[in-house]
């Protein structure tokens, strides 16, 4: 089992910055894949970034040179931080840690709003 515990969420104007968290607990060991999604209302939940166990990272097209992920074996912690922030981004940000055994764990999320 693999427990997800997200922060860094909250209200900021379009243009400004947010530094998500995730940390992750329990069999981490077995962790290969981590990142984030998101979901807007009434919208179905997409993937925003992921690292793998190696470095390998990918980003959605919208986030790309905007938008970083990170991650810290050390603390067993994956960041997201978000610049340049615009109104679509906004939704529930959802942290994702995908195992060898390609088991998937979720953590609560975390809402994000961007107002214009």
């Known amino acids: 089992q693999v427990q997800l515990v997200e922060s860094g969420g909250g209200l900021v104007q379009a243009g400004g910055s947010l530094r998500l968290s995730c940390a992750a607990s329990?069999?981490?060991?077995?962790?290969?894949?981590m990142g984030w999604y998101r979901q807007a209302p009434g919208k179905h939940r997409e993937l925003v970034a992921d690292?793998?166990?190696?470095?390998?990272?990918s980003y959605a097209d919208s986030v790309k040179g905007r938008f970083t992920i990170s991650r810290d074996n050390a603390k067993n912690t994956v960041y997201l931080q978000m610049n340049t922030l615009k109104p679509e981004d906004t939704g529930v940000y959802y942290c994702?840690?995908?195992?060898?055994?390609?088991?998937?764990?979720w953590g609560q999320g975390t809402q994000v709003t961007v107002s214009s």
């Open positions: 994702n840690a995908l195992t060898d055994h390609l088991s998937a764990y």
């Open positions: 329990g069999s981490i060991f077995s962790i290969n894949v």
């Open positions: 690292i793998t166990s190696g470095g390998t990272i």
